[in-house]
């Protein structure tokens, strides 16, 4: 591969095609993997099971057809128990403020199935390689995936990265002075990930517990066994005092965790659900300014991301970044013209790339570019090695 002399500022908007060539199921076909999980670890007498049948008599009372109990549609399965908890119609019998039983089941359910599947650092297919070395450290990417494949394409490939939105200096009233001189790919999983976990409601717990037996007990297994687990903060640095990402530690041990323990402690991540959007309180910093991104870009790139109907949070995002990268458009920065917006994604016939181009349809075509054979070897060439030269 040639050498990337690019100045980087590109943002790169990743879906689950992006972790397809590295053996990752994607949404549509989680659903028969977490059931297979939550049966064999827990059971077929769960609180789960006694869901999903509540859920098939919501169905077939609302004139829904088309589902079992082994073949549900997860992400209206999700969307189901996500509303029910976040507007606690279980009342006193809500099961925490990270979500009921079962939500807790299935977030953990795929977090192991994901974990399973992903390649080893040793294995990581080459596409994924070439990928984080054609990154610029003043490059961006957002992702909506859980798994750690991008991480651990960077960590081979020894690319610097964070996966938070800033670095301080130093902290004032005012929220603090960023640190720009440490250059790193900024990596921001806006649907969370598969290694980290929120301590909020640990310490709420534990707080109450301590107030009310003056003893400090042993109320969580992954907190309260921080070593074993590998848990570390997810941010190097400073924080300003009431930034939520102080309460998210990351785990270097996940064998541990997804292979020997069976409590119900999740990973922080936002389920396959049409109301995601309202767990996201955690990581919402990361979606601060997503909006007026892309106005000083030279690049914004989708791979493997095909809009579902229902994301309009997402939809409306893109859109206002878009919008902003079409302007100065004509007008060079640091030698190079904005590229054109890239679209990666596999499209086996026109009826297919005429739907991916209809969700899409808020970008210009005079502005994109299209590459329909997914994210392979030559998806590297298409996304780094054409760039717009003129006017």
């Not at 930034?243 to 396959?272: E, G, Q, V, W």
Request: charged fraction near 25%; include cysteine.
């Amino acid at each position: 591969m040639t050498e990337n002399s690019h100045p980087g500022f590109r943002i790169f908007v990743l879906g689950a095609g992006f972790s397809r060539p590295a053996g990752l199921p994607i949404a549509s076909e989680l659903y028969p993997l977490v059931f297979q999980y939550i049966k064999r670890q827990y059971g077929e007498d769960t609180n789960f099971s006694r869901d999903v049948n509540e859920y098939l008599n919501y169905c077939s009372a609302c004139g829904y057809t088309g589902q079992s109990k082994e073949n549900l549609n997860l992400e209206q399965f999700m969307s189901y128990l996500d509303i029910e908890h976040f507007l606690r119609f279980r009342g006193s019998d809500t099961w925490s403020q990270e979500g009921n039983e079962s939500q807790l089941m299935v977030r953990k359910a795929i977090g192991y199935v994901i974990h399973d599947r992903t390649p080893s650092p040793d294995d990581i297919p080459e596409v994924y390689l070439n990928f984080a070395e054609s990154l610029s450290i003043h490059d961006s990417v957002l992702t909506f995936n859980y798994d750690l494949v991008l991480e651990n394409a960077l960590e081979k490939v020894g690319k610097p990265f964070r996966r938070y939105p800033n670095r301080f200096k130093s902290i004032n009233k005012h929220g603090g002075i960023l640190d720009t001189d440490t250059e790193e790919v900024v990596l921001l999983k806006l649907h969370g990930s598969l290694d980290w976990f929120d301590d909020r409601h640990y310490l709420d717990i534990k707080n109450s517990l301590i107030r009310e037996s003056n003893s400090e007990p042993n109320t969580n297994l992954l907190f309260n066994n921080s070593g074993y687990y590998g848990l570390y903060p997810l941010v190097d640095g400073i924080l300003p005092e009431d930034d939520a990402l102080k309460h998210i530690f990351c785990m270097r041990n996940m064998n541990n965790y997804y292979y020997k323990t069976s409590d119900f402690n999740t990973p922080l991540i936002l389920s396959p659900s049409y109301v995601k959007f309202v767990y996201a309180k955690p990581i919402l910093s990361f979606w601060n300014g997503l909006g007026r991104s892309g106005g000083y870009n030279l690049g914004v790139s989708v791979i493997g991301f095909s809009l579902p109907e229902h994301d309009d949070y997402i939809r409306i995002a893109l859109y206002k970044m878009f919008e902003n990268y079409s302007s100065w458009w004509d007008t060079p920065a640091m030698g190079k013209y904005k590229d054109y917006v890239r679209f990666v994604d596999y499209r086996s016939t026109l009826e297919l790339q005429d739907e991916l181009k209809n969700r899409y349809s808020f970008v210009d075509e005079k502005y994109s570019r299209f590459y329909y054979d997914g994210f392979d070897l030559k998806a590297i060439n298409f996304l780094f090695n054409q760039t717009r030269t003129g006017k």
